[in-house]
């Protein structure tokens, strides 16, 4: 055949598969009469093969190809699991306190500041209880912002997750996330500080918060964002730059 773009073996391949899709089911079989009926085999028109074979700019229109494009039609590429497509690539997962812990630790600066008057002792001399609702408000906010707040209409941008820490590595977290957020321009993060027997990082969440004039108002949050077990902060919105 002339300008053929397969082999010799290809074309008698190609051949027999040709045979096998015009016979169908065998109705010689002996287990014929409980088969199936062959479904009707949907195959690419001449002219549909023709306009393809057009955009892909090649002039050898032949049987051969014809027939193999019609094999070929509605069959689908494999998925190649060995590349990670960027689509179905897993969310990147928020640090939790130990990260942020230990960023801040490392990076110092902003975080390293809010942390420095702090102070754990005026924190823990007032203690909460695990069940208790948490409430703060500074005078300049308006009473409207802060019913929002409370009502949980605010979105919250970032979160930390402070259960099992020690005192210290709680104060990090807690200084590192309202440090990103400032850089992020973010003004409501959310804090999960857990009830527990004592209470006692709620007690000092409860208590830093209060210190840091970087903090507008903070309450406990409404049930689906963890209830009495975390915190929801109003954060100060960045002064713009002068020019």
């Given at each position: 055949m002339a300008n053929s773009l397969f082999s010799k073996d290809m074309q008698d391949q190609l051949q027999e598969l040709k045979g096998q899709l015009s016979k169908g089911r065998?109705?010689?079989s002996p287990d014929g009469d409980n088969q199936k009926p062959t479904e009707p085999?949907?195959?690419?028109s001449q002219k549909?093969?023709?306009?393809?074979?057009?955009?892909l700019d090649s002039n050898h229109i032949d049987d051969d190809k014809v027939l193999f494009m019609q094999a070929m039609h509605g069959v689908n590429q494999l998925d190649d699991?060995?590349?990670r497509s960027p689509a179905n690539a897993a969310k990147a997962k928020k640090p939790d306190a130990a990260t942020l812990s230990k960023r801040a630790a490392a990076q110092g600066s902003d975080a390293a500041e809010l942390g420095a008057g702090l102070s754990d002792m005026q924190a823990l001399l007032?203690?909460?209880a695990g069940e208790a609702y948490l409430s703060y408000k500074n005078p300049t906010l308006q009473n409207k912002i802060f019913t929002q707040l409370k009502q949980g209409k605010l979105r919250w941008y970032d979160a930390v997750d402070i259960h099992g820490c020690t005192i210290e590595q709680a104060r990090e977290a807690m200084t590192q996330l309202l440090s990103q957020a400032k850089q992020n321009n973010?003004?409501?993060?959310?804090?999960?500080?857990?009830?527990?027997?004592e209470a006692i990082l709620k007690t000092c969440v409860n208590g830093w918060l209060r210190q840091l004039p970087e903090v507008l108002a903070f309450c406990s949050a409404p049930p689906k964002d963890g209830g009495n077990g975390a915190v929801l902060v109003l954060l100060k919105k960045n002064k713009p730059d002068a020019e």
């Open positions: 065998d109705t010689t085999v949907s195959l690419l549909q093969v023709k306009k393809t074979v057009k955009q699991k060995n590349v007032n203690p909460v973010e003004t409501m993060v959310k804090i999960v500080h857990g009830k527990g027997s």
